[in-house]
């Protein structure tokens, strides 16, 4: 990891040192053990903050639209020869790369204004995961150390294997190297067990649907529509988010179980296609809402019904881009 590291602050310093990237988003050392954030470096001296270890969590494609956005807003009232191209690097995981592959068939931005640095992916660790384990001890310090994790709490410190705690999505990922790259830092890792990528799922189908709307309303009686998963969400960049919208006025101001839910389904359905299953929801929401069965859902029908998986290839059109004659459309009169 050390060493992936060092070739990664490399890179960056390259990057920002030949002016081929104006800022580079990547993962800093966070202020609480075992976490690492999201950081923008703008200088090759700053490339020493970059780590890469598996408390990198979440998705940083989500910050590229907005970047770009607010450099084009900035730029609309110079002259045509004023204005200046920004270029923004990324470090990339494979589901990072996925979310890139959408925005850029989105037309969000264009191939020109992104620099993609790759890193492998053996996943991130999942603090629920991680609480549970420690049986809720407050976590003091720790490091990673080959395929586990050394952390300290007030009882001392305990390693603990890093497969026991890796994040649900990880797990069965099948994309841990990027789908998309200008450069690949280090060597391309080993998938773990993507042929179990659909089993939850599977169970989840085989329910009646009234079972399986029942579980959708168990889970979405813990959401108190804080929108964290929406701002988490590397596909969500929408200028004005339904949730917001007063003509017309889908949900009302207040925390209402309907509302909940008809926000809930109406994100996930615009999730269809789109969603990477890079788990940043799940993390990142304060209940515990396990929104992951249901995204995945739609992910399972994606490439059950369409042989489409979101994101896989920018020459593949995306999911509800395209018609086929020979596109399965039972589903329309008999859903399951």
Same mark, same amino acid.
């Not at 903050?49 to 907005?66: G, H, K, M, S, T």
């Not at 050394?150 to 190297?177: H, K, M, P, S």
């Not at 926000?263 to 515990?288: E, T």
């Given at each position: 990891?050390?060493?992936?590291?060092?070739?990664?602050?490399?890179?960056?310093?390259?990057?920002?040192?030949?002016?081929?990237?104006?800022?580079?988003?990547?993962?800093?050392?966070?202020?609480?053990?075992?976490?690492?954030?999201?950081?923008?470096?703008?200088?090759?001296?700053?490339?020493?903050?970059?780590?890469?270890?598996?408390?990198?969590?979440?998705?940083?494609?989500?910050?590229?639209?907005?970047?770009?956005? *607010?450099?084009?807003?900035?730029?609309?009232?110079?002259?045509?020869?004023?204005?200046?191209?920004?270029?923004?690097?990324?470090?990339?995981?494979?589901?990072?790369?996925?979310?890139?592959?959408?925005?850029?068939?989105?037309?969000?931005?264009?191939?020109?204004?992104?620099?993609?640095?790759?890193?492998?992916?053996?996943?991130?660790?999942?603090?629920?995961?991680?609480?549970?384990?420690?049986?809720?001890?407050?976590?003091?310090?720790?490091?990673?150390?080959?395929?586990?994790?050394?952390?300290?709490?007030?009882?001392?410190? *305990?390693?603990?294997?890093?497969?026991?705690?890796?994040?649900?999505?990880?797990?069965?990922?099948?994309?841990?190297?990027?789908?998309?790259? +200008?450069?690949?830092?280090?060597?391309?890792?080993?998938?773990?067990?993507?042929?179990?990528?659909?089993?939850?799922?599977?169970?989840?189908?085989?329910?009646?649907?009234?079972?399986?709307?029942?579980?959708?309303?168990?889970?979405?009686?813990?959401?108190?529509?804080?929108?964290?998963?929406?701002?988490?969400?590397?596909?969500?960049?929408?200028?004005?988010?339904?949730?917001?919208?007063? *003509?017309?006025?889908?949900?009302?101001?207040?925390?209402?179980?309907?509302?909940?839910?008809?926000? *809930?389904?109406?994100?996930?359905?615009?999730?269809?296609?789109?969603?990477?299953?890079?788990?940043?929801?799940?993390?990142?929401?304060?209940?515990?809402?396990?929104?992951?069965?249901?995204?995945?859902?739609? +992910?399972?029908?994606?490439?059950?019904?369409?042989?489409?998986?979101?994101?896989?290839?920018?020459?593949?059109?995306?999911?509800?881009?395209?018609?086929?004659?020979? +596109?399965?459309?039972?589903?329309?009169?008999?859903?399951?």
């Amino acid at each position: 990891m050390e060493n992936l590291e060092s070739k990664l602050r490399e890179e960056a310093a390259r990057l920002l040192a030949e002016k081929k990237v104006d800022v580079l988003i990547g993962y800093e050392k966070g202020t609480l053990p075992l976490v690492s954030t999201p950081c923008f470096i703008t200088s090759p001296e700053e490339a020493e903050r970059l780590v890469y270890d598996p408390f990198c969590v979440q998705n940083i494609a989500n910050y590229v639209p907005e970047i770009l956005s *607010q450099h084009r807003d900035s730029q609309k009232r110079l002259k045509p020869e004023d204005k200046m191209r920004k270029v923004v690097g990324i470090v990339a995981r494979g589901c990072t790369s996925r979310s890139l592959v959408i925005q850029l068939q989105e037309r969000q931005y264009s191939r020109e204004e992104v620099v993609i640095l790759g890193v492998p992916c053996r996943g991130y660790v999942d603090r629920s995961k991680m609480a549970s384990r420690l049986g809720g001890e407050e976590i003091t310090g720790g490091f990673p150390k080959d395929g586990a994790v050394v952390v300290n709490t007030a009882r001392g410190e *305990q390693e603990i294997v890093l497969a026991e705690v890796l994040a649900d999505n990880c797990l069965t990922c099948r994309f841990n190297n990027p789908v998309l790259k +200008d450069l690949l830092v280090g060597m391309e890792a080993p998938p773990l067990e993507p042929d179990r990528e659909y089993g939850k799922v599977e169970e989840f189908s085989s329910l009646s649907e009234a079972e399986r709307w029942s579980a959708f309303v168990k889970e979405m009686d813990k959401c108190i529509r804080c929108y964290a998963c929406r701002n988490a969400c590397p596909s969500c960049y929408c200028k004005s988010c339904f949730a917001e919208q007063t *003509q017309p006025q889908w949900l009302g101001v207040g925390v209402e179980r309907s509302d909940n839910e008809m926000f *809930q389904l109406m994100r996930m359905y615009h999730m269809a296609g789109r969603c990477v299953d890079c788990g940043s929801c799940v993390a990142v929401c304060p209940m515990n809402v396990d929104l992951r069965t249901f995204l995945k859902k739609l +992910d399972y029908d994606g490439w059950n019904l369409f042989a489409h998986r979101a994101g896989a290839s920018l020459e593949e059109p995306a999911l509800l881009a395209t018609f086929k004659e020979s +596109d399965k459309q039972e589903f329309i009169f008999e859903p399951k």
